[in-house]
């Protein structure tokens, strides 16, 4: 019966056989891919906010007709 230092060993090198060193994994990919739509939806609900905030500033602000 091998060790579990031997068996932990013998996978990592499978893993890096298999081109676990060679680039992204498919997961990676995804998560990337999901990172680039949070940073997307993100920018768009802040440029929303900057929109939404200067017009609540508009209608919140004294008139100039009101002095």
């Known amino acids: 019966m091998a060790s579990g230092k031997a068996q932990f060993l013998e996978a990592g090198k499978q893993g890096l056989a298999a081109g676990g060193a060679g680039g992204p ?3 990676e990919e995804q ?3 999901e990172i ?3 940073h997307t939806a993100l920018g768009e ?5 900057w ?3 200067k ?3 508009g209608r919140l ?3 100039r007709t009101s002095r």
């Open 36 to 38: 680039a739509e949070l």
């Open 25 to 27: 994994s498919s997961r």
């Open 55 to 57: 017009s609540a500033e």
């Open 45 to 49: 609900a802040h440029a929303q906010l």
């Open 51 to 53: 929109v939404w905030k």
């Open 61 to 63: 602000a004294p008139s």
């Open 31 to 33: 998560l990337e891919a």
